[in-house]
């Protein structure tokens, strides 16, 4: 009979009793809509949810715009819940505790200074999927969507947070980060990382699952940042999507780099989330 290593024998005790601690903690979220005061490492977030009647529902963490309208995007995902079999949780960043530079900017730099990864607004999004994935007992898939100043927040996770997300929708954002280590954070990668780790990032970041989800007829001002840093992305909301990606895309394929991003554009539609979430488009998307 072959011999089992000591320490395969104890990570085999500590996977079964996490497994056990697990299912013993296990208190699904209910069906139907409802809101959750949900308790993380260092605080509380409330979330809004909705369980569709599918079986074993994987998770779509949706994330809203300036308004900080957590039910309305709750309510404007659940057809996408339903098609696809989907948890929705939707995250309410309050504006007191999450200003624009820690929720659209992700909490990377505060007054020119790049602030301690472990306070990056992008680990409690992590946390968040860990978290649900605790209260359901099981280790489901997730994906993120997030439009407008949530999209804005997703470029910035996605840029400098792993995660195990399949897809990661970045829809109709003021702002991107570009794959540049010229272009300082949080619009790029520039003043982050020491020169020898910036190409791992780079890359790292261009082989996230990405999705860039375009309204054609975002091209209005309201709300629009109009900083330096913003403008030099492309004169509207669009432009800079198509700007971001085409960046992205050209790099890899320079470099001979892996490249899971996705263009998306939705004809006819400005800056509105509840048509973008409604389209078919929304669906491929969110693919995986």
């Known amino acids: 009979m072959r011999s089992i290593s000591l320490s395969a024998a104890i990570a085999a005790v500590l996977s079964m009793a996490i497994s056990v601690s697990i299912a013993q903690a296990a208190t699904p979220l209910p069906a139907g809509t409802g809101e ?5 490492g260092d605080g509380h ?3 809004f949810t909705y369980r569709p009647t ?3 529902p994987s998770l779509l963490l949706v994330f809203h715009g300036q308004n900080r309208n957590a039910r309305d995007y709750r309510d ?7 098609k696809l079999c989907m948890l929705i949780v939707a995250p309410r960043f309050g504006k007191d505790r999450f200003p624009g530079w820690r929720y659209q900017r992700g909490g990377i730099v505060q007054d020119g200074a790049v602030q301690d ?20 007992g099981r280790k489901m898939p997730y994906s993120m969507i997030g439009h407008s100043a949530g999209g804005q927040f997703l470029s910035r996770l996605a840029a400098f947070t792993p995660t195990e997300a399949q897809r990661i929708v970045v829809t109709n954002p003021g702002t991107h980060v570009l794959p540049d280590l010229n272009i300082k954070a949080p619009y790029g990668f520039g003043g ?15 082989a996230t699952p990405i999705t860039i989800y375009l309204g ?17 992305q492309g004169a509207t909301r669009h432009q800079r999507g198509l700007n971001t990606y085409k960046s992205a895309q050209t790099l890899a394929q320079t470099r001979g780099w892996t490249f899971n991003w996705r263009l ?23 693919r995986p």
């Open 36 to 40: 959750q005061r949900l308790e993380l």
């Open 192 to 206: 982050v990382y020491p020169r020898d780790a910036g190409d791992q990032q780079l890359q790292r970041y261009l």
């Open 216 to 232: 054609g007829d975002d091209t209005g001002e309201g709300s629009l940042s109009k900083s330096r840093q913003a403008e030099a």
């Open 54 to 56: 599918c079986q074993d």
């Open 264 to 286: 998306i554009e939705l004809p006819g539609v400005g800056h509105n989330a509840r048509k973008m979430f409604a389209a078919p488009e929304a669906e491929a998307a969110l």
């Open 76 to 82: 404007w995902t659940r057809p996408l819940a339903d």
């Open 117 to 136: 990864p472990r306070e990056w607004t992008g680990r409690i999004a992590v946390e968040i999927a860990t978290r649900v994935q605790q209260l359901e």
């Open 45 to 47: 977030l409330t979330v």
